[in-house]
């Protein structure tokens, strides 16, 4: 393992030698080797988990127990979190690159990425979607996660399938649904699919087009910033320009639950929303427990 002397272990820790000197005789850790000349050497492993327990906990005695525990420890939506918090993109990439050593892209995204962006979130009022203002770490962290599943998306690999989604993506940054309609296009494209992500924003009569080009199976209305008779002239449009069947199923709340069956409810996570649809366009039952529908009115 790599060693650094106690200058460098105490500036990582952003304390003074003297401080690190006092928890290495109060606690025993962090726990220094002694160099031929007699000079602490400090194994950076045990200081980067310092560290981040310490950015999590702010106690120092509960930060050194944590990190006797877990030594640098999993990439883990904390430590993701600790990172986005400071506002440092280098730490979050070697987070995210420490995950994707250990787990599946998918399970990044789901697990780490995602929670780590909404453990920063702030509740809203109940009345808006989101609050007027955010605080700096979470816009940091929006824009680091967009971009993120951005590049991830632009090295996804080919289609392997002919089946096709259209994804009408009716969110609005920095929403968390905006993020999580793009790890479903994400999770879609590493399966498989051909998935085309429009902006809800669409004049209904040039859909065709898009149809045309796709050929989907599947239309998946994603988010909640558009209108009941938005969604049901682009839906009829799409209806009538399709050249077969054409599933309409909606992520994250697009329509309001009414208790009908005319439109089925993806689950709100990514991963499992894209399971389903694959379920779906393999033949495969979509409905199971707690599936809920809801109903759209085409004008």
Same mark, same amino acid.
């Given at each position: 393992?790599?060693?650094?002397?106690?200058?460098?272990?105490?500036?990582?820790?952003?304390?003074?030698?003297?401080?690190?000197?006092?928890?290495?005789?109060?606690?025993?850790?962090?726990?220094?080797?002694?160099?031929?000349?007699?000079?602490?050497?400090?194994?950076?492993?045990?200081?980067?988990?310092?560290?981040?327990?310490?950015?999590?906990?702010?106690?120092?005695?509960?930060?050194?127990?944590?990190?006797?525990?877990?030594?640098?420890?999993?990439?883990?939506?904390?430590?993701?979190?600790?990172?986005?918090?400071?506002?440092?993109?280098? $730490?979050?990439?070697?987070?995210?690159?420490?995950?994707?050593?250990?787990?599946?892209?998918?399970?990044?995204?789901?697990?780490?990425?995602?929670?780590?962006?909404?453990?920063?979130?702030?509740?809203? =009022?109940?009345?808006?979607?989101?609050?007027?203002?955010?605080? =700096?770490?979470?816009?940091?962290?929006?824009?680091?996660?967009?971009?993120?599943?951005?590049?991830?998306?632009?090295?996804?690999? =080919?289609?392997?399938?002919?089946?096709?989604?259209?994804?009408?993506?009716?969110?609005?940054?920095?929403?968390?649904?905006?993020?999580?309609?793009?790890?479903?296009?994400?999770?879609?494209?590493?399966?498989?699919?051909?998935?085309?992500?429009?902006?809800?924003?669409?004049?209904?009569? $040039?859909?065709?087009?898009?149809?045309?080009?796709?050929?989907?199976?599947?239309?998946?209305?994603?988010?909640?910033?558009?209108?009941?008779?938005?969604?049901?002239?682009?839906?009829?449009?799409?209806?009538?320009?399709?050249?077969?069947?054409?599933?309409?199923?909606?992520? $994250?709340?697009?329509? =309001?639950?009414?208790g009908a069956s005319t439109v089925t409810r993806l689950d709100d996570e990514p991963m499992v929303a894209a399971g389903e649809l694959r379920e779906l366009l393999t033949g495969a039952p979509i409905a199971g427990p707690g599936?809920?529908?809801?109903?759209?009115?085409?004008?």
């Amino acid at each position: 393992m790599s060693a650094i002397r106690t200058n460098a272990a105490a500036a990582m820790l952003g304390v003074s030698p003297n401080t690190l000197r006092s928890w290495e005789q109060r606690f025993g850790y962090p726990s220094p080797r002694r160099t031929e000349g007699g000079h602490r050497q400090f194994e950076l492993q045990e200081i980067e988990a310092l560290r981040q327990a310490f950015e999590e906990t702010h106690n120092i005695s509960s930060a050194i127990s944590i990190a006797r525990e877990r030594g640098a420890g999993l990439a883990s939506p904390g430590r993701l979190h600790g990172a986005l918090a400071a506002l440092d993109h280098e $730490r979050a990439d070697r987070l995210l690159e420490e995950s994707l050593a250990v787990r599946s892209l998918e399970r990044t995204v789901a697990t780490v990425l995602l929670a780590a962006v909404a453990s920063l979130r702030e509740e809203p =009022p109940v009345e808006a979607a989101i609050p007027e203002g955010i605080s =700096p770490e979470y816009g940091f962290a929006w824009r680091y996660a967009t971009g993120w599943l951005s590049a991830a998306l632009r090295v996804a690999p =080919p289609a392997t399938s002919a089946e096709g989604v259209l994804i009408l993506d009716a969110t609005r940054p920095p929403e968390l649904d905006a993020l999580h309609a793009q790890a479903l296009e994400l999770y879609l494209r590493r399966g498989g699919l051909r998935v085309l992500t429009l902006p809800v924003q669409l004049e209904a009569t $040039r859909v065709g087009h898009a149809l045309r080009a796709l050929e989907p199976r599947a239309l998946v209305l994603a988010g909640g910033h558009a209108s009941l008779d938005a969604l049901g002239r682009l839906v009829y449009a799409a209806r009538q320009s399709a050249g077969g069947p054409l599933a309409v199923l909606d992520y $994250r709340g697009a329509l =309001p639950n009414t208790g009908a069956s005319t439109v089925t409810r993806l689950d709100d996570e990514p991963m499992v929303a894209a399971g389903e649809l694959r379920e779906l366009l393999t033949g495969a039952p979509i409905a199971g427990p707690g599936r809920r529908a809801v109903e759209l009115v085409a004008s």
